[in-house]
């Protein structure tokens, strides 16, 4: 998913609090708003419909939408992380359903699995992955449907909360050897085991809010011992460094404040003189002969943000089928993502019909106008030549007559004036039978000749003679005129329609 200049949001929820943080990300970089977060007012029936829970969400909270990545917790979640041969990403997705079913305690159709490959090196890839139930993925699904939020990613808090501890690592000496880092809220506390900048475990522990100082701390070295044992095991020996714990809250034993990424309200044991510092810090430290420091969770970023910022660097790129070394931590179901390919294709393929028919109905549109305008401007001619009419027939006969009038006075359209014209073309050897005068129009000819040359000679020379305009010879027939045979022929000489 590449966003352009747009806003992506970034969610988890606490109970019926849901807390989120929208970026905009443009041509200079992300922009974070201010982490927000809201308690919805809702009973505890409608909380667990995840209808009812969006419509709430929807009316109680309405500038929140847009594209979001939700952030599943850590509780009810599996974590493991493993180091694996570097294979291809079809034996990859294999290796990593083989070991989630053998730490699931649920059938592989009721559990949704995701990994991220966390570090790639000497043909070994250590990889975080994470398995939940498949209602819970379902539930988050329906709620943003629901809530008109496009969900472009299901995360894992465990693997957001390494992304924050990663980048606070970064530049300190603290990443050196064997450490612990605890995060705190919620009345529990996931711990992340890094050695030398690279997390072995995530684990999560849960303590009663009103555990006291002493039996928490000893659950909790319980619990820290157990997990350095297993790690020697599997790693080979090594000493805890040292620990470093956040909390939502600002002092041990105190209600923690609801600010974007705190309990929202767990107790924690009692604190000890120092303020801000737990008793039992020191309990540790003794302990585990190693520096145990305790700060609060306000010194890290806010966890919604931190989901963004995992959208935006590097950008995320949806997949659905293996994809190996480039996976990244996401849930949602392939079958999601075709269902939102199609729905996309749909809209698009509606959105070219509907311009389509927009523009064919534009281009009827203009052809009916044009055609309209056209015929009106036809009839406009038609009432406008209709008007014309009897003038330009009064008109055309006042031509014929002045035509005829000047036919008439022109001196070489008269009769005497054709005669003497043919007569001085008449070759030798051709005689004029008949003269028939048609005034102002033609005259026709027959003759007889003893022979066709003649007949022929005569008929260039008139085509030849600028009184007449066109002339068309009859047919040249053979007669008897005193036991002598001659050549009869007849020919129209017809006068230009405008003297010359």
């Not at 922009?31 to 667990?48: C, H």
């Not at 850590?74 to 079913?101: F, G, K, Y």
């Not at 820290?224 to 939502?248: K, V």
């Not at 311009?355 to 009432?383: C, I, Q």
Request: with cysteine; aromatic share 6%; hydrophobic share 45%.
């Amino acid at each position: 998913m590449r966003i352009g200049k747009k806003i992506i949001t970034g969610m988890y929820r606490r109970g019926n609090t849901f807390h989120w943080t929208a970026v905009t990300a443009g041509p200079d970089g992300p922009v974070y708003a201010p982490p927000e977060s809201g308690a919805l007012e809702i009973d505890e029936a409608a909380a667990a419909d995840p209808k009812a829970l969006a419509a709430q969400l929807r009316k109680q909270f309405p500038a929140l939408a847009g594209p979001a990545a939700f952030a599943l917790p850590s509780e009810r979640m599996l974590i493991r992380v493993m180091t694996l041969p570097a294979c291809d990403a079809a034996e990859m997705d294999s290796m990593i359903q083989l070991q989630m079913d053998k730490i699931s305690p649920f059938p592989d159709d009721h559990m949704a699995i995701a990994y991220e490959v966390l570090a790639s090196n000497d043909g070994r890839r250590r990889v975080l992955m994470a398995g939940v139930q498949k209602e819970s993925v379902e539930s988050i699904g329906a709620l943003c449907a629901g809530a008109g939020l496009d969900l472009r990613r299901l995360d894992a808090e465990p693997a957001v909360w390494w992304r924050v501890i990663r980048d606070y690592l970064a530049g300190r000496d603290s990443g050196a050897g064997r450490n612990v880092f605890g995060i705190i809220e919620a009345g529990q506390i996931l711990l992340i085991t890094v050695q030398q900048g690279q997390p072995l475990s995530f684990n999560l522990m849960r303590f009663p809010e009103e555990l006291p100082p002493d039996e928490f701390a000893g659950e909790l070295l319980q619990e820290i011992q157990n997990l350095n044992l297993a790690l020697d095991i599997e790693q080979g020996p090594d000493a805890i460094a040292g620990l470093r714990f956040w909390s939502g809250g600002g002092q041990a034993g105190a209600r923690t404040d609801t600010r974007d990424g705190s309990a929202g309200g767990v107790a924690l044991p009692e604190a000890g003189a120092g303020e801000g510092i737990p008793v039992w810090r020191d309990m540790l430290a003794k302990a585990l002969n190693c520096p145990v420091e305790f700060a609060p969770l306000a010194d890290l970023p806010p966890l919604s943000s931190s989901i963004a910022q995992r959208m935006l660097t590097p950008p995320f790129q949806p997949h659905s089928a293996p994809q190996g070394e480039k996976s990244v931590m996401d849930f949602i179901p392939a079958a999601w993502r075709a269902a939102a390919a199609a729905r996309q294709l749909k809209r698009q393929l509606m959105l070219i019909s509907a311009v389509m028919l927009a523009v064919w109905m534009a281009g009827m549109a203009a052809f009916f106008s044009g055609y309209r305008l056209e015929r009106m401007r036809t009839e406009r001619l038609d009432a406008r030549m209709q008007t014309l009419k009897a003038p330009a027939d009064e008109v055309r006969m006042l031509q014929r007559k002045l035509r005829s009038f000047e036919q008439s006075l022109a001196r070489n359209r008269l009769a005497l004036e054709a005669l003497r014209e043919v007569s001085r073309l008449l070759p030798a050897g051709a005689n004029i039978t008949s003269f028939h005068f048609k005034r102002g129009r033609s005259i026709i000819l027959r003759g007889e000749a003893e022979t066709v040359e003649p007949i022929y000679d005569f008929k260039q020379a008139l085509d030849d003679c600028p009184l007449f305009d066109q002339i068309e010879m009859g047919s040249v027939q053979p007669g008897k005129r005193r036991n002598v045979t001659v050549q009869t022929f007849q020919m129209n000489a017809r006068f230009p329609e405008e003297p010359k």
